[in-house]
């Protein structure tokens, strides 16, 4: 099957530093993949690289082909188009996403109507309400009329991030990019949230980057992991492998770490 997305010994440098170096690694349509690492290990440039939204002061060299179309020297409009419908990011904060001065529901809504724009669909206002209460109701969010109607700041953390899940999810993504987002909320959310994520995928058939620095976050969600020390790729294979029997050394500390915190909390991944 034609890959998704296809990485291909992408480095990622500023004058001064080399901060991912030869990294590869694809994704097909509807395959799940962890990028895995300790903070600062290049995760985050990475997902910002595959859309073309490294700062100006950060050069890619390599290749990134995404649904198509080379990314690496790829003019804005070509960006601009692949953002979304291609892959569509969730990030660790949701107010990164968000406008804290427009309503919830204006801002689903903003997403909706270009996305219906950009099929040629008719994009009338009755139009976009129905599908951002529906995308509301998919994140799992209750009562969606009242809440369309709030401003950011007046949700929980939680539910801020399944706004911005629903935002996502609004661009119909042939890919997801999920950046730590989990990261920023409390245990119990995390694990809704994380749950949410595993449904929408699955049931949309989308593919899917999950980026953590923790294995067993990722463990239950993907079908393949990807572990980046430094900027490089120290190891990757299916899920199960990776944890039964990670064969690199830091891979093996990230487990043996995973597991001694698990087994502290009385819970086994
Ligand atoms: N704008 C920037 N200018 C210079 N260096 C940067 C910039 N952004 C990130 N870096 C450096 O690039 C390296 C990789 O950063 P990146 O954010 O991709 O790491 P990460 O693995 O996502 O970590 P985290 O989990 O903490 O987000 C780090 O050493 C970081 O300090």
Do not use: C
Not at 12 to 23: F, M, P, S, W
Not at 104 to 130: D, K
């Amino acid at each position: 099957m034609t890959a998704l997305l296809t990485v291909d010994r992408l480095s990622i440098a500023t004058q001064a530093r080399q901060l991912v170096r030869n990294l590869s690694f694809s994704i097909a349509p509807g395959e799940r993949l962890g990028l895995i690492g300790e903070s600062g290990s290049g995760k985050s440039l990475t997902s910002l690289a595959l859309i073309g939204l490294l700062p100006e002061t950060m050069a890619a060299t390599g290749s990134i082909r995404l649904d198509g179309t080379e990314v690496i020297g790829a003019g804005e409009r070509q960006l601009v188009a692949l953002r979304g419908p291609a892959a569509a990011t969730i990030f660790q904060e949701p107010l990164t996403a968000l406008d804290p001065l427009m309503r919830v529901g204006r801002q689903v809504g903003e997403v909706v109507r270009r996305r219906l724009r950009h099929e040629g669909l008719p994009s009338s206002a009755p139009a976009v309400q129905t599908r951002v209460l529906e995308l509301l109701s998919r994140v799992a969010l209750p009562d969606p009329e009242r809440l369309a109607r709030v401003y950011p700041h007046e949700m929980s953390g939680g539910q801020r991030q399944r706004v911005a899940i629903a935002m996502a999810l609004a661009w119909r993504p042939k890919l997801l990019v999920a950046d730590e987002p989990t990261t920023a909320l409390d245990v119990t959310t995390q694990a809704e949230i994380l749950a949410l994520i595993g449904q929408l995928v699955r049931e949309d058939n989308m593919a899917l980057l999950f980026i953590s620095h923790d294995i067993p976050v990722v463990a239950g969600t993907v079908d393949r992991v990807a572990v980046l020390r430094q900027g490089e790729l120290v190891e990757a294979g299916p899920v199960s492998d990776v944890l039964q029997a990670p064969a690199d050394p830091y891979t093996r500390s990230l487990v043996a770490a995973a597991r001694t915190f698990d087994t502290a909390l009385g819970r086994l991944f």
